[in-house]
């Protein structure tokens, strides 16, 4: 028990002072790295409070996608010209700020009201008749349905916007650098070793989010991961955006997830609404689907608009 204490309590403190040093670095490849960082103890504080589900979620996206994103930003905006330095006065208010709102976050969390008025009985006690074991799923596809479809295409948007930065000379290129293949390296070695097994672990977190943590999106982050090793490897080239199979499989989970909604129209009671006793394969093919269709977003956006030294 004591144990347990202490380490949490190292935990937050870590956390706190790695949040404060992305804050005041100066260096962009520095708070990156930093940040990465953060986000993966962030995960591990995710467990300790046994929302496993967001801790996966925080590992491939928050961790891994961002700090990927945000390495390539900082990247680019090497050797670019940097805004003037804002005041110091302006900082101070800004920290007083940051920390006024922490304050008030701790407040809520440290002191709770005596009647905890919460929904989580009553939606459980609802979740049968979907046949979804793991209460997150049950809620992301029963409850609230029409907001995880708006996730999805607020990621294919994400993606829109990405292609949106490309030239028009350049439209309908390969996205993202060149990579050079270097057969006898370690991230080869790696990229050949890991993707069958990273592969095999996206479909089972898949597969198995529908009674235990896990789902579409940290399956299909984790197939991106992949991907992305394969094609920083240099032992496949990227597609162009133009082709008809990247956007088909770009579309296809949102494109399911909202033929199975409209049909509920005329097989259930109105909109995202399941017919009884199907509700679990339903919702396990919409699964399937958003597995592949994130798996292959992510991956696009990571490698960003297509890039003037490549051709198709």
Not at 61 to 66: A, E, H, R, S
Not at 74 to 100: E, I, N
Not at 278 to 292: G, H, Q, R, S
Request: proline fraction near 6%; charged fraction near 10%; aromatic fraction near 8%.
């Amino acid at each position: 028990m004591i144990a347990s204490v202490v380490l949490d309590i190292v935990l937050v403190a870590v956390l706190l002072a790695l949040a404060v040093w992305i804050t005041v670095a100066r260096a962009a490849f520095t708070a990156v790295f930093v940040f990465v960082a953060y986000g993966l103890l962030l995960t591990i504080a995710w467990v300790r409070l046994s929302a496993v589900d967001v801790a996966l979620t925080e590992a491939a996206i928050g961790g891994g996608l961002t700090g990927m994103l945000l390495l390539g930003a900082a990247a680019r905006l090497r050797g670019a010209k940097t805004a003037a330095a804002s005041s110091t006065s302006l900082r101070v208010a800004a920290a007083v700020f940051c920390a006024m709102i922490s304050i008030a976050l701790a407040a809520v969390l440290l002191v709770p009201p005596n009647i905890v008025v919460t929904l989580a009985p009553a939606a459980v006690a609802q979740l049968p008749p979907s046949g979804l074991g793991n209460p997150v799923a049950g809620v992301l596809f029963v409850y609230r349905a029409f907001d995880t479809m708006l996730e999805k295409v607020v990621l294919l948007l994400a993606l829109l916007g990405v292609w949106s930065l490309t030239p028009d000379r350049l439209w309908g290129g390969v996205p993202g650098p060149h990579f050079e293949a270097q057969p006898n390296s370690i991230l080869t070695f790696l990229a050949r070793l890991l993707p069958p097994v990273g592969i095999l672990v996206g479909i089972y977190m898949f597969w198995t989010g529908a009674d235990h943590p896990g789902g579409a999106f940290q399956g299909g982050a984790v197939v991106a991961a992949m991907w992305i090793l394969i094609m920083i490897a240099g032992l496949r080239v990227a597609p162009a955006i133009d082709r008809r199979a990247v956007r088909f499989l770009v579309v296809i989970g949102p494109g399911i997830f909202l033929a199975i909604g409209l049909a509920g129209f005329g097989l259930a009671d109105g909109f995202l609404v399941y017919p009884a006793g199907y509700a679990k394969p339903l919702i396990i093919v919409v699964e399937a689907a958003l597995t592949l269709s994130i798996g292959v977003t992510l991956g696009l956006v990571a490698l960003g608009p297509p890039n003037p030294m490549r051709r198709q």
